[in-house]
């Protein structure tokens, strides 16, 4: 795969942002709705817990600078967080004014305000001057590894990030659809984390860098590797040309030019990620976007703002319905054929479990197929026994501090938790940093 093209030409155009930045007029008759409460619900509901009274409460006296490094105190990635997390079901789904009937405070929006400011201004944050003996890797360069980094590089610690793709920043990089978070945002909290001292190393745990060698370098490793491919369909016709997951598709029209989506597209799943894909798609041209999902829209796991921006993103929802084959003509996708499915008892993930009905096959036609099942388990860096347990297919850690079995090791991200939002792997990320801390400050003591 050649090198990452940043940014992508039309994409700006193409993918304008849900949620426009406000001006500063607007951001302060906005702060001065805020009644900045003692013991903040908004602050508890976030997983990171910013202080929110406080940097708003900076924004109205036009301390913007202030504002912003409130945030980073709290999260380093304010930037990308500010864009991508569910405020609804968040900070602003907690806001005090909903309980007089009011809109809420929006605070994603003025996280945003700040965050832009501390970013034009260039100025960045202050590095500890390093500590000898000690020292970390962390591996993968998503959210809960640049957490991790900047809370130990804040306290003097040497942090090395081992991340096998050409740019760092995982997911926001390369996985977050670009109406939400452009690539060059990502890549710009990446170069603050790099500004405290952290280095980056382009290099695969597990292939080109063995565990054993981080363990004679390093002190401590804290796994962030995330999650692995997405989820096989397992049905004829899947590495048909025309096929691509939802991952992919979004690196692909994220960081590289040219890319051709279809004229009729399928999407096959009901979560945020396949909505993602089917909003991409529309916006890249297609000219029909199909949803398709084997159980109903009550069970869909998308957020409900998620589904209802796509209907008006012009996508076509279809439910009780599962691929059973993908049709080729012409050596192409051409068609998936789904049968109709019933719901029936409650399964391990406690939803109605779909089952097929005999006889009851169709076929939507098609020339692109982009399937959004979840992604499996990345645990093939652990192939050889570390004394690190796992729990349903993730690894277990203790979840105050991120401790795993092996003392040696911490994890955290999407690779504990299954797959959640970047803000819950950037508080992953700084609770290890704070006990990976502890732990070396005791060592050395000893």
């Given at each position: 795969m050649s090198q990452p093209a940043l940014p992508v030409p039309d994409n700006r155009e193409r993918f304008?942002?849900?949620?426009?930045?406000?001006?500063?007029?607007?951001?302060?008759?906005?702060?001065?709705?805020?009644?900045?409460?003692?013991?903040?619900?908004?602050?508890?509901?976030?997983?990171?817990?910013?202080?929110?009274?406080?940097?708003?409460?900076?924004?109205?006296?036009?301390?913007?600078?202030?504002?912003?490094?409130?945030?980073?105190?709290?999260?380093?990635?304010?930037l990308s967080c500010s864009r991508v997390?569910?405020?609804?079901?968040?900070?602003?789904?907690?806001?005090?004014?909903l309980r007089y009937n009011q809109k809420p405070i929006e605070i994603g929006r003025l996280q945003r305000h700040a965050m832009d400011y501390f970013y034009a201004r260039r100025t960045g944050l202050p590095a500890s001057p390093p500590r000898s003996g000690r020292s970390v890797a962390c591996v993968g360069g998503g959210p809960a590894s640049l957490a991790c980094a900047a809370e130990l590089r804040r306290r003097g610690y040497p942090v090395t990030i081992f991340d096998n793709r050409p740019l760092p920043g995982g997911l926001n990089t390369y996985g977050i659809a670009e109406y939400k978070l452009r690539p060059s945002d990502s890549l710009r909290e990446v170069d603050l984390v790099r500004s405290l001292g952290v280095e980056f190393r382009q290099a695969e745990v597990g292939g080109t860098v063995s565990l054993?060698?981080?363990?004679?370098?390093?002190?401590?490793i804290f796994l962030g590797a995330g999650l692995g491919a997405m989820d096989r369909l397992g049905i004829p016709g899947e590495q048909l040309p025309g096929v691509i997951d939802a991952l992919h598709f979004i690196e692909r029209y994220k960081t590289f030019p040219g890319f051709q989506v279809g004229r009729r597209v399928v999407v096959i799943g009901g979560g945020n990620t396949a909505i993602d894909a089917a909003n991409a798609a529309r916006r890249l041209g297609a000219e029909e976007v199909h949803l398709i999902y084997r159980r109903s829209e009550k069970e869909m796991p998308a957020f409900p703002f998620e589904y209802h921006h796509s209907k008006v993103e012009g996508v076509r929802f279809h439910w009780l319905a599962q691929p059973v084959e993908i049709v080729a003509r012409d050596g192409r996708a051409a068609a998936v054929k789904f049968a109709e499915t019933r719901l029936e008892e409650l399964d391990a993930s406690g939803r109605r479990r779909a089952t097929p009905v005999p006889g009851s096959d169709f076929e939507v036609a098609c020339d692109m197929v982009i399937p959004a099942l979840g992604q499996s388990r990345f645990l093939a860096i652990l192939h050889e026994s570390r004394g690190i347990e796992l729990n349903r297919g993730s690894i277990a850690v203790d979840r105050p501090t991120g401790r795993?079995?092996?003392?040696?090791?911490?994890?955290?991200?999407?690779?504990?938790?299954?797959?959640?939002?970047?803000?819950?792997?950037?508080?992953?990320?700084?609770?290890?940093?704070?006990?990976m801390a502890r732990q070396l400050e005791g060592s050395t003591n000893g």
């Open positions: 304008p942002e849900l949620h426009p930045a406000l001006d500063a007029n607007a951001a302060l008759a906005e702060a001065n709705r805020c009644l900045f409460c003692f013991d903040a619900p908004c602050t508890a509901a976030c997983p990171t817990h910013i202080d929110v009274p406080r940097f708003i409460k900076k924004i109205s006296s036009g301390n913007l600078r202030g504002s912003a490094l409130t945030i980073l105190d709290a999260n380093i990635l304010g997390c569910p405020v609804d079901v968040l900070c602003e789904g907690a806001c005090v004014m054993d060698q981080l363990e004679k370098e390093f002190d401590l795993t079995a092996n003392p040696r090791y911490y994890a955290g991200g999407d690779c504990v938790n299954g797959g959640r939002e970047v803000v819950d792997a950037v508080a992953d990320g700084k609770r290890a940093a704070l006990a």
